[in-house]
């Protein structure tokens, strides 16, 4: 059973980076793609970015961190980071990792329910 671990939130001034990881036990971690979801306080769930199995040679970002933050995955150390540069106010949430089983691109998910597997998510705040 896959399971997921995220590491690497805490306090961070306005412009300032961190580096989010999400590491898998349990199963090998080629065949999923991975999801990074956050959560602000009084927010919805959103989707800020997604990096497909294998290779991951897809990658997806939301409109409000793209050109910000990075996805990148380690298959051989079973972690997917997140590389977050100029952090604002409003990046400030709860920061989730979550996998998909996924072969050559197929299936695609799109939704926070496509996804089966969940960390239990990063603290990450932003303010000065």
């Known amino acids: 059973q896959l399971r997921l671990v995220e590491s690497g939130g805490g306090l961070v001034q306005p412009g300032g980076s961190l580096r989010l990881s999400c590491v898998a036990s349990?199963?090998?971690?080629?065949?999923?793609?991975i999801g990074w979801f956050r959560q602000g306080p009084g927010k919805e769930r959103e989707a800020v970015s997604y990096?497909?199995?294998?290779?991951?040679?897809?990658?997806r970002y939301s409109d409000s961190v793209k050109g910000r933050f990075t996805i990148s995955r380690d298959n051989a150390k079973k972690t997917v980071y997140l590389q977050m540069n100029s952090l604002q106010p409003e990046d400030t949430g709860v920061y989730y990792c979550?996998?998909?089983?996924?072969?050559?691109?197929?299936?695609?998910?799109?939704?926070?329910?496509?996804?089966?597997?969940w960390g239990q998510g990063t603290q990450v705040t932003v303010s000065s």
């Open positions: 990096i497909s199995s294998e290779r991951g040679r897809t990658t």
């Open positions: 349990g199963r090998t971690l080629d065949y999923y793609a």
């Open positions: 979550a996998a998909a089983q996924q072969i050559q691109d197929f299936p695609d998910p799109r939704e926070a329910s496509d996804y089966a597997v």
